[in-house]
Protein backbone atom coordinates (compact mmCIF):
# COMPACT_ATOMS: atom_id res chain seq x y z
CA UNK A 1 0.00 0.00 0.00
CA UNK A 2 0.90 3.47 -1.12
CA UNK A 3 1.89 5.69 2.04
CA UNK A 4 4.35 7.95 3.45
CA UNK A 5 6.79 6.71 5.83
CA UNK A 6 8.86 8.82 8.76
CA UNK A 7 11.95 10.42 7.97
CA UNK A 8 12.52 11.44 11.28
CA UNK A 9 11.77 13.82 14.39
CA UNK A 10 13.67 16.95 14.50
CA UNK A 11 14.34 19.29 17.59
CA UNK A 12 14.39 22.56 16.38
CA UNK A 13 14.25 26.63 16.67
CA UNK A 14 13.03 29.24 14.31
CA UNK A 15 16.15 31.24 15.10
CA UNK A 16 19.22 29.19 15.05
CA UNK A 17 20.37 26.42 12.69
CA UNK A 18 18.43 23.72 14.58
CA UNK A 19 20.93 21.25 17.15
CA UNK A 20 22.25 18.44 15.98
CA UNK A 21 24.53 15.41 16.69
CA UNK A 22 24.38 15.89 20.65
CA UNK A 23 26.30 12.07 20.99
CA UNK A 24 28.47 10.01 19.17
CA UNK A 25 27.45 6.94 21.15
CA UNK A 26 25.57 4.36 19.12
CA UNK A 27 21.74 4.08 19.51
CA UNK A 28 21.68 0.81 21.34
CA UNK A 29 18.74 -0.69 19.84
CA UNK A 30 18.03 -3.13 22.64
CA UNK A 31 16.33 0.19 23.97
CA UNK A 32 13.74 0.02 21.17
CA UNK A 33 13.19 -3.59 20.55
CA UNK A 34 9.70 -3.89 21.12
CA UNK A 35 9.09 -1.34 18.78
CA UNK A 36 11.30 -2.10 15.93
CA UNK A 37 8.34 -4.22 13.97
CA UNK A 38 6.42 -1.06 13.83
CA UNK A 39 9.68 0.91 13.48
CA UNK A 40 10.46 -1.23 9.85
CA UNK A 41 7.00 -0.43 8.79
CA UNK A 42 6.59 3.23 9.74
CA UNK A 43 10.14 4.35 9.38
CA UNK A 44 11.90 2.31 7.39
CA UNK A 45 14.81 3.98 5.00
CA UNK A 46 14.51 4.08 1.29
CA UNK A 47 18.76 3.69 0.82
CA UNK A 48 20.22 2.11 4.20
CA UNK A 49 19.62 -0.59 6.17
CA UNK A 50 16.93 0.34 8.69
CA UNK A 51 18.50 0.35 11.83
CA UNK A 52 21.43 2.17 10.33
CA UNK A 53 19.01 4.92 9.34
CA UNK A 54 17.60 5.36 12.84
CA UNK A 55 21.06 5.24 14.33
CA UNK A 56 21.68 7.93 11.99
CA UNK A 57 18.28 10.12 13.40
CA UNK A 58 19.05 9.50 16.57
CA UNK A 59 22.47 10.59 16.59
CA UNK A 60 22.01 13.81 14.62
CA UNK A 61 18.64 14.40 15.69
CA UNK A 62 17.53 12.47 18.47
CA UNK A 63 20.09 12.81 21.43
CA UNK A 64 19.46 16.75 21.18
CA UNK A 65 15.87 15.60 22.36
CA UNK A 66 16.18 15.42 25.87
CA UNK A 67 14.49 12.11 25.37
CA UNK A 68 15.92 8.56 26.15
CA UNK A 69 15.70 6.64 22.58
CA UNK A 70 12.19 4.73 23.30
CA UNK A 71 10.13 7.77 24.45
CA UNK A 72 12.06 9.77 21.47
CA UNK A 73 10.94 6.58 18.66
CA UNK A 74 7.67 6.88 20.45
CA UNK A 75 6.93 10.00 20.51
CA UNK A 76 7.31 10.12 16.56
CA UNK A 77 5.65 7.34 15.84
CA UNK A 78 2.66 8.59 18.20
CA UNK A 79 2.64 11.98 16.04
CA UNK A 80 2.93 9.93 12.85
CA UNK A 81 -0.07 7.33 13.99
CA UNK A 82 -1.92 10.42 14.73
CA UNK A 83 -2.08 12.57 11.35
CA UNK A 84 -2.03 9.60 8.33
CA UNK A 85 -1.42 11.96 5.62
CA UNK A 86 -2.21 9.72 2.97
CA UNK A 87 -5.94 9.83 3.81
CA UNK A 88 -6.19 13.10 4.79
CA UNK A 89 -5.08 13.93 1.66
CA UNK A 90 -7.12 11.44 0.11
CA UNK A 91 -10.52 12.51 2.45
CA UNK A 92 -9.16 15.97 -0.05
CA UNK A 93 -9.37 14.38 -3.16
CA UNK A 94 -5.56 14.82 -3.45
CA UNK A 95 -4.21 11.62 -4.87
CA UNK A 96 -1.01 10.29 -5.84
CA UNK A 97 0.14 10.81 -9.74
CA UNK A 98 -2.21 13.13 -9.75
CA UNK A 99 -1.04 17.72 -10.23
CA UNK A 100 -2.86 19.85 -7.98
CA UNK A 101 -1.91 23.24 -6.59
CA UNK A 102 0.08 23.62 -3.85
CA UNK A 103 -2.54 25.52 -2.32
CA UNK A 104 -4.86 22.42 -2.61
CA UNK A 105 -2.39 20.52 -0.58
CA UNK A 106 -1.59 23.05 1.79
CA UNK A 107 -5.58 23.41 2.67
CA UNK A 108 -6.08 19.76 2.92
CA UNK A 109 -3.82 19.54 5.67
CA UNK A 110 -5.22 23.06 7.31
CA UNK A 111 -8.48 21.88 7.33
CA UNK A 112 -7.85 18.38 8.64
CA UNK A 113 -7.44 17.45 12.80
CA UNK A 114 -3.69 18.96 11.80
CA UNK A 115 -4.86 22.54 11.98
CA UNK A 116 -1.65 24.00 10.60
CA UNK A 117 0.55 24.98 7.78
CA UNK A 118 2.74 22.18 6.91
CA UNK A 119 6.15 22.76 5.04
CA UNK A 120 5.73 20.80 2.20
CA UNK A 121 9.19 19.83 -0.04
CA UNK A 122 9.48 18.92 -3.17
CA UNK A 123 11.98 17.53 -5.75
CA UNK A 124 11.69 18.31 -9.66
CA UNK A 125 8.48 19.65 -8.92
CA UNK A 126 7.32 16.39 -7.08
CA UNK A 127 5.99 16.74 -3.61
CA UNK A 128 8.84 14.59 -0.98
CA UNK A 129 7.77 15.35 1.92
CA UNK A 130 5.68 16.81 4.64
CA UNK A 131 6.22 18.97 7.49
CA UNK A 132 4.31 19.36 10.50
CA UNK A 133 6.01 21.07 13.57
CA UNK A 134 5.04 20.68 17.31
CA UNK A 135 6.12 23.16 20.30
CA UNK A 136 7.71 21.35 23.35
CA UNK A 137 4.60 21.61 25.36
CA UNK A 138 4.99 18.74 27.62
CA UNK A 139 1.55 17.47 25.59
CA UNK A 140 3.23 18.78 22.50
CA UNK A 141 0.88 20.89 20.22
CA UNK A 142 1.15 21.63 16.79
CA UNK A 143 2.22 25.05 15.27
CA UNK A 144 2.37 26.80 11.98
CA UNK A 145 5.73 25.70 9.82
CA UNK A 146 7.92 28.48 9.02
CA UNK A 147 8.09 28.79 5.14
CA UNK A 148 10.26 26.01 3.31
CA UNK A 149 13.96 26.55 2.45
CA UNK A 150 14.11 28.19 -0.99
CA UNK A 151 16.11 25.35 -2.67
CA UNK A 152 13.01 23.13 -1.17
CA UNK A 153 10.17 24.71 -2.10
CA UNK A 154 7.53 23.10 -4.24
CA UNK A 155 6.03 25.29 -7.21
CA UNK A 156 3.09 27.32 -7.17
CA UNK A 157 1.68 24.63 -9.53
CA UNK A 158 3.01 21.00 -8.94
C1 LIG B 1 22.06 -1.80 25.72
O1 LIG B 1 20.97 -1.74 26.58
C2 LIG B 1 20.81 -2.93 27.32
C3 LIG B 1 19.49 -2.83 28.08
O2 LIG B 1 19.48 -1.69 28.91
C4 LIG B 1 22.01 -3.11 28.24
O3 LIG B 1 21.88 -4.32 28.98
C5 LIG B 1 23.26 -3.17 27.39
O4 LIG B 1 24.40 -3.23 28.22
C6 LIG B 1 23.35 -1.96 26.48
N1 LIG B 1 24.44 -2.13 25.54
C7 LIG B 1 25.37 -1.21 25.37
C8 LIG B 1 26.39 -1.50 24.34
O5 LIG B 1 25.38 -0.16 26.00
C1 LIG C 1 21.58 -3.75 9.61
O1 LIG C 1 22.55 -3.14 10.43
C2 LIG C 1 22.63 -3.71 11.71
C3 LIG C 1 23.57 -2.86 12.53
O2 LIG C 1 24.71 -2.50 11.82
C4 LIG C 1 23.07 -5.16 11.59
O3 LIG C 1 23.14 -5.76 12.87
C5 LIG C 1 22.05 -5.91 10.75
O4 LIG C 1 22.47 -7.24 10.54
C6 LIG C 1 21.85 -5.22 9.42
N1 LIG C 1 20.72 -5.83 8.75
C7 LIG C 1 20.71 -6.09 7.45
C8 LIG C 1 19.45 -6.66 6.90
O5 LIG C 1 21.66 -5.84 6.73
Known sequence: MLKFTIHGLWPSNYIRRHPSGCT???LN????NGIVPVLDQDWPSY???NSEFWDYEWKKHGSCSNMIPFDYFTLALDIYTRNDLQQILK????????TYSINKVITAIQTSRVGVLPQLSCKKGDLVEIKLCLNKNPIPQYINCPPPPPNTACPTNM
Open 29 to 32: TSLI
Open 91 to 98: HANVLHGN
Open 24 to 26: TSD
Open 47 to 49: TIN
